[in-house]
């Protein structure tokens, strides 16, 4: 069982940076595979990046590589989100989710975050 909080969200103009925090916990959080989502209004839930338990393989959506990078610290229980550049286009509520130890995917995560709100002005 794996616990989530996000932190960090909050409104950036155009142009500017914001890195977003995922704390997990419980007994086995630190085996778990964590990745990031978003879900902007009126849109589906997009799959951002995600890494493995030991941060020794990432995954990113075309649509954030470049821009954004996923990292693993703390004895594995912390994953932060760098995003930079951002646009408009990037406003939406950031989650952060846990998904078993296997293979990374984009998708039938199993825990989630509460959620993060990010707002990009123009």
């Known amino acids: 069982q794996v616990h989530l909080v996000e932190s960090g969200g909050g409104l950036v103009q155009a142009g500017g940076s914001l890195r977003l925090s995922c704390a997990a916990s419980g007994r086995t959080a630190s085996t778990y595979n964590l990745g990031w989502f978003r879900q902007a209004p009126g849109k589906e839930r997009e799959f951002l990046t995600a890494i493995t338990w030991n941060g020794g393989s990432t995954l990113y959506a075309n649509s954030v590589k470049g821009r954004f990078t996923i990292s693993r610290v703390n004895a594995k229980l912390t994953v932060y989100l760098q995003m930079n550049s951002l646009q408009p286009e990037d406003t939406a509520v950031y989650y952060c989710?846990?998904?078993?130890?296997?293979?990374?995917?984009?998708?039938?995560?199993?825990?989630w975050g509460q959620g993060t709100q990010v707002t990009v002005s123009s």
């Open positions: 989710a846990a998904d078993p130890p296997g293979p990374l995917r984009d998708s039938k995560y199993d825990y």
